[in-house]
């Protein structure tokens, strides 16, 4: 294993972004792939903080340190990609629901899932059922994930589905977290859950197959 990947897993680790574009340039220097860089490099640091954050050794900051120095190593290696050559894992309409202004998490599992290969459409936070509608009619989606931090906000990811079946919508799986929510509740109202950001890569894998 070459030591370049090595050095870049630890900056993805230590959440040393500058020092991650560093490394991401001097390892295309040296003729690495950037599919390599990625794969041997980027995600398999971030893949080691998941499992740091799964076990209470890091928390919510560090992860979300660890996530923007991929997310700026990425920047440097997706123009190289040639297209086929990334995993194109599908297509996530993401939101925080209306009346909610919690985006820390959510923007936590769209770097995530991005880093894994997905496609994101991040709608932010506040967002109504008409405007996940139109998102979900525009760009259509393999996954609707939605996250609640409010115990009053909730009840709008059950009415965001029945808007999705009003408008004829089919065939789209619904992703919902958040820290009022729980496995049952997902399940009363035809959704998926997630525990956190960790676990959403998982469930998205499994539900796109």
């Known amino acids: 294993m070459s030591k370049i990947f090595k050095k870049i897993r ?5 959440g040393e972004r500058d020092d991650v574009v560093e490394l991401v340039q001097e ?9 390599e860089i990625l794969n ?6 971030m893949n080691a903080v998941g499992d740091l954050f799964k076990n209470g050794e890091v928390y919510v ?17 997706k123009p190289l990609l040639a297209e086929g050559d990334v995993r194109n894992a599908g297509k996530i309409v993401f939101c925080t629901v209306k009346g909610d202004l919690h985006d820390i998490g959510k923007k936590l599992c769209c770097m995530l899932l ?29 996954i609707l994930a939605m996250s609640a931090m409010l115990t009053t906000t909730m009840g709008e990811m059950e ?4 808007a999705l079946k009003q408008a004829d919508i089919t065939g789209i799986k619904v992703m ?6 729980s496995k049952a509740y997902a399940e009363s109202i035809g959704a998926h859950y997630s525990e956190d950001a960790i ?6 894998d499994l539900l796109v197959g």
């Open 10 to 14: 630890e900056a993805v680790e230590d």
């Open 27 to 35: 390892a295309l220097e040296d003729g690495e792939t950037p599919q």
């Open 40 to 45: 041997k490099g980027l995600l398999e640091g």
């Open 61 to 77: 900051p560090e992860v979300l340190m660890s996530a923007q120095t991929v997310d700026a190593g990425m920047e440097i290696l």
């Open 114 to 142: 991005q880093g894994a290969g997905y496609e994101i459409i991040d709608l932010g936070a506040d967002v109504d059922l008409e405007r996940i509608v139109i998102a979900v009619q525009e760009h259509q989606p393999n």
């Open 159 to 162: 009415l965001a589905i029945n």
């Open 176 to 181: 919902v977290g958040g820290a009022p929510l």
């Open 199 to 204: 676990e959403a890569v998982a469930l998205a």
